[in-house]
């Protein structure tokens, strides 16, 4: 026979207890009770109907009902412990009983339950959405609160709790918190409603906080590459300057190698002209000269004798 799923419960297997989650055991137990047995869950709350153990041959036939249900209801409760939760009712008679031992060790007294109330209230008066925390994760706390106050008996209405949702909420949730204050009764908003709302809401920020980081990211990416274009410029005007003073200074030098080349060497038309004035006065004197040394040299025709040149 296939089973339905209730939590960590099936119609065929109540919810186990092992101590430390009676608020929600508490519960689910009371589901499984209503789903297998109206009247089981019943004789849980109510007790059984009075009658006398010793004398069942007397017990009518709703008496006998009411004992096989009680038996039932134990059953049902102490199968659901670990054998030392099990040893703390083992004497009890009635599953009334059973329920009010474990109401009394996991809640307290009615003054300790009170307290306990109190705490809780505080505590959830208090409660705000902490910093990186979602929607979803901020109404998993309330939720956990919530159910502790039930489970104790403290039940808050819906306005109450649509309220104290919206004033959890961070201050750059304000104009959103506003618009469902003017634009939904609060008193009549299902509590599921307001955070399918508060999830879209949620979801749009992210978008947008998506985008300005993204903007943010292209600014400085742009701003990055302006500086290095600056840099780059700067150190470009830099090398430029150092390479046209070298340049400048390399130009100063040949120049001055040249001239002090030119100073060293003798002034090329000077010399010739002075060299043209010499060979031309030489030329004229050795002309003269060897004019007068020709003639003495030369035989006369006539007389056969030297130096005598006929004018």
Known sequence: MASSSFGQATLNHPPIFIGSNYTAWKKRMKQFMWGVDEELW????????????????????????????????????????????????????TAKEIWAALETTY?????????????????????????????????????????KLKGLGRSSQNKDLNRKILRSLPKEWLPKRNAIEEA??????????????????????????????????NLAFKSRVIDYDSDNESDFDKEFALVSKKFHRMLKYKNDQK??????????????KSGYQDRLLQQQTGLFETGQQDKESQACYKYGKFGHIRA
């Open 259 to 272: 001239r002090l080349s030119n100073e060293s060497k003798p002034n090329y038309y000077d010399h010739n």
């Open 42 to 93: 019943l004789i849980v709350q109510n007790g059984p109907i009075q009658m006398d153990i010793e004398d069942q041959q007397t017990w009518s036939a709703a008496q006998k009902k009411s004992a096989q249900l009680n038996q039932r209801a134990m059953h049902v409760l102490q199968s659901t412990m670990n054998p030392d939760e099990a040893d703390q009712v083992e004497n009890c008679e």
């Open 107 to 147: 809640e307290g007294t009615s003054n300790i339950k009170e307290s306990r109330i109190d705490l809780l209230m505080h505590e959830c008066e208090s409660f705000n959405m902490l910093d990186g925390e979602g929607i979803h994760e901020m109404y998993s706390r309330f939720t956990v609160l919530v159910n």
């Open 184 to 217: 939904k009764n609060l008193s009549t908003l299902p509590i599921n409603e307001l955070i399918g709302s508060l999830l879209n809401h949620e979801h749009v920020l992210k978008q947008v906080g998506q985008e300005d980081e993204k903007r943010k990211k």
